[in-house]
Every structure is written in structure tokens, then in C-alpha cells.
């Protein structure tokens, strides 16, 4: 079974610095997709960021990046140029390549950006 | 266009109620699913659709049922309400294409069992 390991309950980072989230996962698939979401107070899901594995070149969004070590099964997630409104938490989800779309996620992480 | 819509946002019940968690899109996603959120747990799969007439258990399926009669629809229900059932739940939808095609959530709905 797939699992999807977040070691970080909370962080913290100040406005306008960089901060990296970890991830790790664990899966026998080879073809699967990864995700971050962050869940600000509002209780949304909204999605960051999107790897595919079969996918070397690692994924970016704006200010949002990952770094997909896919031998070592890590998928960090980095934030540049941090403002007040990506205070939230922030899930890692895994996805197999296969027929359906059920996501595991992690226990999540808790960014607060500092003023 | 509404998206996921849930309802209700929140909802209170006694020990032993049954009770039906709505989830509608209007997208025309044929895969639709069921997650639960718990402090510290992140969010774990209740039951998923990959299609009308088409349902499958998820990771933690007890206590839940779903059905899927068309396409736009997918209500979970609660039997017998238990403690342990207070979460937030949400509903997902999608395309086909699995990692291609992004989930989209709805809001969510806090239920606490008294």
C-alpha cells in the first residue's frame, strides 16, 4: 500500500523569506502523480502543484516549485518570496497512474508566515 | 458554474441518527469521492464512483454508504451516527485521466455526533 509521510506538523517563515516543505511517499508503482494542496482557514482544498512521475524536469508554479527526487521518494515543496496569505496547511497527496482517482494524502504541515 | 456544491456546511447529530451528506457537481466528472478530514490524520477516502452505477470502498469505508444514480450526484450516508464519526468531510469530483485531470473539492461539511 501507498503511503505518504509528512514529518513537519508545523513551520514557520517570515514574509517575503523561502521556506521548504517536505514529503516523502512509498510505492512499488512507477507510474503515479503527485500533488500539494494547501487548505487555508476557509477549510478549500486548493491544488498548488502537480508532478507527474514519468516527468524528470521538476514541476513550478509563480513562487510555488518542487523537487522531485523520484529514486529517493521525496517531493518537497518550495516557497519563494513567502506572503501572509499562504498561511495555511499544506497537504502532500499521492496518486496512482491507474483507472481511478483516489489520493492518499499526508498528515499535512502547518505554515504560518510571520509579518 | 457551481462546481462541488455540499450540503449542509454543518450539522449536529445524536448517537444512533442517520442522516445523508449531499455532494452535486455540474461538470459532468464522471469520478466523484468521499474523504474524511481529522486532526492530524489529513484526509483519508471514504468511498469513490468512477462512474454512474459504479461505486468501491475506500480506506475507511465502515459505518458509510454511498450510491451514484446519475452522473451529478453522490450523497454519503451515515446508518447509525457514532462519536467517532465527527469529522469534516469532503467531496471530490474529476475527469477521466486520473493525475491529468485536477480534483476539484467542496467546501466541506463539519458534522459533530453528541
Known amino acids: 500500500a501507498q503511503t505518504v509521510t509528512q514529518s513537519q506538523p508545523e513551520m514557520s517563515v517570515q514574509e517575503a523569506e523561502t521556506v521548504t516543505l517536505s514529503c516523502t511517499y512509498d510505492?512499488?508503482?512507477?507510474?503515479?502523480?503527485l500533488f500539494w494542496y494547501k487548505q487555508p482557514p476557509s477549510r478549500q482544498m486548493i491544488l498548488v502543484i502537480r508532478q507527474e512521475a514519468y516527468k524528470q524536469q521538476n514541476a513550478t508554479e509563480n513562487r510555488f516549485s518542487v523537487n522531485f527526487q523520484k529514486a529517493a521518494k521525496s517531493f518537497s515543496l518550495k516557497i519563494s518570496d513567502s506572503q501572509l496569505g499562504d498561511t495555511a496547511m499544506y497537504f502532500c497527496a499521492f496518486m496512482n497512474g491507474g483507472a481511478t482517482n483516489k489520493l492518499i494524502f499526508g498528515t499535512g504541515t502547518l505554515l504560518a508566515v510571520q509579518p | 458554474n457551481a462546481g462541488v456544491t455540499q450540503t449542509p456546511k454543518f450539522q449536529v447529530l445524536k448517537t444512533g441518527q442517520s442522516m445523508t451528506l449531499q455532494c452535486a457537481q455540474d461538470?459532468?466528472?464522471?469520478?466523484m469521492s468521499w474523504y474524511r478530514q481529522d486532526p492530524g490524520m489529513g484526509l483519508r477516502l471514504i468511498h469513490y464512483s468512477v462512474g454512474a452505477g459504479i461505486t468501491d470502498q475506500g480506506e475507511v469505508p465502515n459505518g458509510y454508504n454511498v450510491s451514484r444514480s446519475t452522473t451529478e450526484d453522490f450523497p454519503l450516508r451515515l446508518l447509525s451516527a457514532a462519536p467517532s464519526q465527527t469529522s469534516v468531510y469532503f467531496c471530490?469530483?474529476?475527469?477521466?485521466?486520473?493525475?491529468?485531470?485536477?480534483?476539484?473539492f467542496g467546501d466541506g461539511t463539519r458534522l459533530s455526533i453528541l
Open positions: 510505492t512499488s508503482e512507477n507510474n503515479y502523480y
Open positions: 461538470m459532468n466528472h464522471e469520478y
Open positions: 471530490a469530483s474529476s475527469r477521466k485521466g486520473t493525475g491529468h485531470q485536477p480534483q476539484h
